[in-house]
T-cell receptor
Framework: DVKVTQSSRYLVKRTGEKVFLECVQDMDHENMFWYRQDPGLGLRLIYFSYDVKMKEKGDIPEGYSVSREKKERFSLILESASTNQTSMYLC???????????FGPGTRLTVT | GEDVEQSLFLSVREGDSSVINCTYTDSSSTYLYWYKQEPGAGLQLLTYIFSNMDMKQDQRLTVLLNKKDKHLSLRIADTQTGDSAIYFCAESMRNTDKLIFGTGTRLQVFP
């Protein structure tokens, strides 16, 4: 059974803090993705990675960075959190041969 | 650019059929998807259709694809309260593994 886990379900941080969101998958997938989900806007791609140490910007990368040092782990970093980064963050993984992206349960981040 | 649109809300009575609609813009998409998100959870793939198909049926779910109009629909027969969720339409982008998601349709089923 494919499993994508995210380090926290709920997180509250202060403006200006550095925030790390971790995602781990156990299916040896090459591709990993970070999205944010906001009401009325759907899912928007922040960054994705198709291999270790590789990353590509998605549609809304500003204010975020990522790290992929190991195949199974993809980290999203908010260098200096701001209130407009309050959102639900979803991680996903897939294989290049596969059809489906598998999602983690999400992290609801609140920045105060 | 790519854009996937859905209506935001749908309310149906238990036992009726639900039809959730989606329009997309990239005619070169290989696959089109329907994902379901239950409250407090991540997204789960419900079904998908290859772009050279018109219809796909899977138990209570029927997916219709009209490539000419770039319109995708999901019909849920005999809708149950457990079907209450947000449904996302998504299209794949040619030559990448990225998906473009719609805004999501919140389906509410009332008794």
């Amino acid at each position: 059974d494919v499993k994508v886990t995210q380090s926290s379900r709920y997180l509250v941080k202060r403006t200006g803090e550095k925030v790390f969101l971790e995602c781990v998958q156990d299916m040896d997938h090459e591709n990993m993705f970070w999205y944010r989900q906001d009401p009325g806007l759907g899912l928007r791609l922040i960054y994705f990675s198709y291999d270790v140490k590789m990353k590509e910007k998605g549609d809304i990368p500003e204010g975020y960075s990522v790290s992929r040092e190991k195949k199974e782990r993809f980290s999203l970093i908010l260098e200096s959190a701001s209130t407009n980064q309050t959102s639900m963050y979803l991680c996903a993984s897939s294989s290049p041969e596969g059809v489906e992206q598998y999602f983690g349960p999400g992290t609801r981040l609140t920045v105060t | 650019g790519e854009d996937v649109e859905q209506s935001l809300f749908l309310s149906v009575r238990e036992g009726d059929s639900s039809v959730i609609n989606c329009t997309y813009t990239d005619s070169s998409s290989t696959y089109l998807y329907w994902y379901k998100q239950e409250p407090g959870a991540g997204l789960q793939l419900l079904t998908y259709i290859f772009s050279n198909m018109d219809m796909k049926q899977d138990q209570r779910l029927t997916v219709l694809l009209n490539k000419k109009d770039k319109h995708l629909s999901l019909r849920i027969a005999d809708t149950q309260t457990g079907d209450s969720a947000i449904y996302f339409c998504a299209e794949s982008m040619r030559n990448t593994d990225k998906l473009i998601f719609g805004t999501g349709t919140r389906l509410q089923v009332f008794p």
